[in-house]
């Protein structure tokens, strides 16, 4: 395997917890009386959904469409 692919999969590991700990923060106290009042979620945990999300494209991309071949 090479380091390519190897930091893809690190990437990927990374959204995946970024975007845990957004889920988890949406489900807060304050997110929730932020979203009932305004319709949305704080900046904080919308940054770690969308990072999340879009980290985890990349180290996926990263992983998948990554070089082949022998000399990769």
Do not use: E
């Amino acid at each position: 395997m090479n380091t390519q692919r190897i930091f893809g999969l690190s990437l990927l590991a990374l959204g995946v917890v970024l975007l845990v700990i957004g889920m988890n923060s949406s489900h807060s106290m304050a997110d929730q009386l932020s979203n009932t009042v305004t319709g949305r979620f704080t900046d904080n945990t919308l940054w770690y959904i969308v990072g999340g999300i879009v980290i985890g494209l990349a180290g996926l991309g990263m992983t998948l469409f990554g070089p082949r071949g022998k000399n990769a």
